[in-house]
Every structure is written in structure tokens, then in C-alpha cells.
């Protein structure tokens, strides 16, 4: 299951504590993909800004044209405070699954190979391969490539929110980890190295539907959001 951040001055009440259904509770800041924010308050400073509005949950608006104005401010979602827990979770599970609708969740290796944006992670054959989330991230951004070298600067803003090459192993280091996986569950030629640049690309089946495309619509990829998230800027 996902992970969520609660962002408020008290402590966090049980009625709004996602543990209960599976989720993991993180601190201020998380960088993990998918990651919803739960902010309390009918008027958070700085939320309409924020470039992580789109994950974030607004609770305890009671007026329900208060709750319109935060929706149309671009939050993820705005709830009064009496909403019950099982509504929270499949609010939150909205915000995630809207995080990466810019790409269809891919089908890779003549079908062996599908990632769960929810989870964060891939099964091969129905078999979870436990990534970590910049694994995924790394995973995902190159199934939105469609086959294409994705170079290694792009790698580095979208994966690690980083604008600049710190002149590091980083990426290296979660390509040889993710290699490893794929190779584990029997898919080590999926990752291939790109010319010249630093860059990778993943092998594909070109007779497969394109990954950025789901029932004959475009869904182009849009990828990039601080920390690792995907991007909630106009296309």
C-alpha cells in the first residue's frame, strides 16, 4: 500500500489514521512516489502554491463551497471533517492513481512485466519484484519512453529531482539494483544502457499496444513533480 503524510499541529486522530487500512505513515517532506498529504484545516497557508498540491487531501472543510474553491485551486481533494475512514482511504487511493494517470500503466516483456502505481512496485508473471520507489520511478519513466533512450540529465530531474548532474553513481547504483530484479525474476535483457549519453532505455515489444496510449486515447506521459512525483503541470 501507499504511504501518507499528516500535516497538522496535533497529533494524528484515529479516524484519519490510513495505518488502520494498510498505509504507511511518513514524515513532513516525504519523497516517495505516491506519497498522499492528509492537511487539516480550512485554510492551510501555502497549499494552494505548493507544487505537491496535487497530492494533498484537505480535511475539516465543513462548507461545501469552501471545499469547491480548494478543488479549484488544484488540490487533490478537499473533505469535511466527519468522513469516515474507509472514504478517506479510497480518497487517498485517488490521489495516488491520479499521480501517474499521465502514463498507462505499462505491459512489458510481451505481457511478463506490469507495473502497479498504487503498490509501486512490478510483478513478473504475477510475482512482485519489491522494488524501491526510485527503482519504480526509474521503471516507469523508461516504460513512458516507449522504447526510447531516456538520457541520463533527464533521468536524474525526473527520478531524483535532481537539476543539475551531481557528477555521482546514483543512477548507476539503482540501474545495477534494478537490473539485478529484473534479471532475478528472468527479464535481465529488458534494461538496456543508451548510446553515448549515460542514458537507458528498455527493450520493448513494438507488436504491444504503446504504453502511451489506453483504449485508442494519447496519453502522453507527463512526468515530474518535486520528490520524485510525477508532474502536475500542464501538459
Known amino acids: 500500500m501507499g504511504c501518507f503524510e499528516?500535516?497538522?499541529?496535533?497529533?494524528?486522530p484515529v479516524r484519519f489514521d490510513l495505518r488502520a487500512r494498510g498505509w504507511r505513515l511518513r514524515g513532513p517532506g516525504c519523497?516517495?512516489?505516491g506519497c498522499a498529504r492528509l492537511v487539516?484545516?480550512?485554510?492551510?497557508?501555502?497549499?494552494?502554491?505548493?507544487?505537491?498540491?496535487?497530492?494533498?487531501?484537505?480535511?475539516?472543510?465543513?462548507?461545501?463551497?469552501?471545499?469547491?474553491?480548494?478543488?479549484?485551486?488544484?488540490?487533490?481533494?478537499a473533505l469535511p471533517g466527519e468522513v469516515g475512514l474507509a472514504e478517506l482511504d479510497a480518497r487517498a487511493r485517488g490521489i495516488v492513481a491520479r499521480?501517474?494517470?499521465?502514463?498507462?500503466?505499462?505491459?512489458?516483456?510481451?505481457?511478463?512485466?506490469?507495473?502497479?502505481?498504487?503498490?509501486r512496485d512490478a510483478r513478473a508473471d504475477g510475482r512482485r519484484l519489491y522494488l524501491h520507489p526510485r527503482e519504480f520511478l526509474l521503471l516507469w519513466r523508461l516504460a513512458?519512453?516507449?522504447?526510447?533512450?531516456?538520457?541520463?540529465k533527464t533521468l536524474l530531474r525526473d527520478v531524483f529531482d535532481l537539476r543539475f548532474d551531481p557528477?555521482?553513481?546514483?543512477l548507476a547504483v539503482h540501474v545495477c539494483r534494478l537490473r539485478k530484479k529484473l534479471a532475478d525474476a528472468g527479464l535481465a535483457s529488458l534494461l538496456a544502457t543508451g548510446?553515448?549519453?549515460g542514458g537507458y532505455a528498455l527493450v520493448i515489444d513494438r507488436a504491444s499496444p504503446p504504453f502511451g496510449r489506453r483504449n485508442g486515447v494519447d496519453a502522453s506521459p507527463r512526468l515530474r513533480e518535486h520528490g520524485a512525483l510525477l508532474e502536475e503541470a500542464a501538459p
Open 40 to 77: 487539516e484545516g480550512e485554510d492551510p497557508d501555502g497549499v494552494a502554491s505548493s507544487p505537491h498540491r496535487r497530492r494533498t487531501l484537505i480535511l475539516g472543510v465543513s462548507d461545501s463551497d469552501a471545499r469547491a474553491r480548494w478543488l479549484e485551486l488544484g488540490v487533490g481533494d
Open 144 to 152: 513512458a519512453a516507449e522504447g526510447a533512450s531516456v538520457p541520463r
Open 167 to 170: 557528477g555521482t553513481n546514483r
Open 195 to 197: 548510446p553515448g549519453d
Open 6 to 12: 499528516w500535516v497538522s499541529s496535533r497529533a494524528l
Open 31 to 33: 519523497t516517495e512516489p
Open 99 to 119: 499521480q501517474f494517470a499521465g502514463v498507462a500503466a505499462p505491459s512489458l516483456a510481451q505481457g511478463r512485466l506490469r507495473l502497479d502505481p498504487l503498490l
